[in-house]
């Protein structure tokens, strides 16, 4: 059977973040993709112009729709845009059967802000959260990614994954579930060519979960493949591009 995964998350019309960032994962990984779109953005490489959230109950009703027919092997979260958003997606998160991971985006990569309160609602709903360091401080109140990951597991998430693109030396990211800690170190890129990086990361996760993988394995092979995404990028954009949605899953 095809696996299927799902995406609740913005539209990002240059394609490399949000919606568009995730379906080309989903794909490149061998998995059927379903997208609820939340928000809709004017972007491209250089700027954010424009955010308009969509209304609530059609939020709600996208998930349900897809939930009722073709129900995903694994979901994920992106930008949501609003507490009223937020709420629905938790309530909806809770009837899940599938595992779900919360990617908490707070801004978008030139600033704007895409995020909303209510993520106490959220949390507990996710069986991987995977904040940078600004989003993982913002959420907890400490820029310590070992303290940060110790509360959003107090807040409810069944496993956490810092990110640390935002870090000086190596790119190394830092799992918190329920084994314990491990670390997925790689070498700083130096490119400005990373739009879409945490949409790409976490849905190459979902992917892995989407399969059956472990979450360590998922996590690992997802790790591989953003390093070699951002390494090969396309160098489109005049400002900052997207990643290679078209790299090698190893």
Known sequence: MTPVALTIAGSDPSGGAGIQADLKTFHQFGVYGEAVITLITVQNSMRVSRVEVLEPRLIAEQIAAVVEDIPPAAAKTGALGSAEALRVVARAAAAFRFPLVVDPVLASKHGAALGGLGW???????????????ESEALTGTGDPRRAACR???????????????????????????????????????????????CTYSAAITAGLATGLPLREAVARAKRFIHQAIATNPGLGRGCGPVNHHAEVT
């Open 152 to 198: 959003l597991r107090d807040m409810g998430a069944g496993a956490v994954l810092i990110k640390g693109g935002h870090r000086e030396g190596d790119a190394t990211d830092l799992l918190l579930d329920s084994e314990g800690w491990l670390e997925f170190p790689a070498p700083r890129i130096a490119t400005r060519h990373t739009h879409g990086t945490g």
């Open 120 to 134: 106490e609602e959220l949390l507990p709903r996710a069986a991987l959260v995977t904040p940078n360091l600004p």
